[in-house]
């Protein structure tokens, strides 16, 4: 079993829509969370992290953790389509001796206009 | 968040041959990561480079096929070694963000293929 789970899609939806992308993850020791997006041909990019279980609201974007699930979101309001890209969700565990960021597999998002 | 530049973007090389590729960054940073990805996969860490010390690399990750250098602290190289078709992959260089949140900042990737 993979650390960190995500259905890698494709995911296509109409410009506008309410997009909910999602990772499972089976480390309790997880506790920071990341949202990359990677359009092609290009390096991931940072968008939101999180620490720890709640949300956090950047625009249009909103991360949600909820760690008794172990489940990490990303919901994107009123699409577009330059936000047709591969969202990689990520998670760092906190360790003694120092850790890794664990990626998922990405899921490739099509916004139509 | 720190601006990361990568030499060569891509290549196409020759089996048996030998690629350096560069990374570097406007600000001075500590740690400086190396990841693969390969075709429709995710990202995958091969070491850890600190300047000052030797690169620390993960599990299935040799630094005789993959040597890296960190002689300062904007800038770091990794070598793929002797390359064969199963190297054709996106190398990218990352480094830690100053918010202390383990946070990562990625370079824009170099697209290696091997024929």
């Known amino acids: 079993q993979k650390e960190v789970e995500q259905d890698p899609g494709p995911l296509s939806v109409p410009e506008g829509a309410i997009v909910s992308l999602n990772c499972t993850y089976s480390n309790s020791a997880f506790q920071y969370f990341m949202w990359y997006r990677q359009y092609s041909r290009k390096g991931p990019e940072l968008l939101m992290y999180?620490?720890?279980?709640g949300n956090k609201e950047d625009g249009r974007f909103t991360a949600q953790v909820d760690k008794s699930s172990k489940y990490i979101s990303l919901f994107i309001r009123d699409s577009q389509p330059s936000d047709s890209a591969t969202y990689l969700c990520?998670?760092?565990?906190?360790?003694?001796?120092?850790?890794?960021?664990?990626f998922g597999q990405g899921t490739e998002l099509s916004v139509k206009p | 968040s720190a601006v990361i530049s990568q030499k060569p973007s891509r290549d196409i090389c020759q089996r048996g041959t030998s690629l350096t590729i560069q990374c570097q960054v406007d600000?001075?940073?500590?740690?400086m990561f190396w990841y693969r990805q390969q075709p429709g996969q995710s990202l995958t860490l091969i070491a850890t480079?600190?300047?000052?010390?030797?690169?620390?690399?993960e599990s299935g990750f040799v630094i005789d096929k993959f040597p890296i250098s960190r002689p300062n602290l904007t800038f770091s190289t990794l070598t793929v070694s002797n390359m064969s078709p199963e190297d054709s992959s996106i190398y990218l260089c990352s480094v830690e963000g100053l918010a202390g949140d383990y946070e990562q900042y990625f370079g824009p990737g170099t697209r290696l293929t091997v024929t």
């Open positions: 990520a998670c760092f565990p906190i360790y003694n001796q120092g850790g890794k960021l664990i």
């Open positions: 999180t620490y720890s279980s």
């Open positions: 480079a600190n300047q000052g010390s030797e690169a620390t690399y």
């Open positions: 600000s001075q940073v500590t740690m």
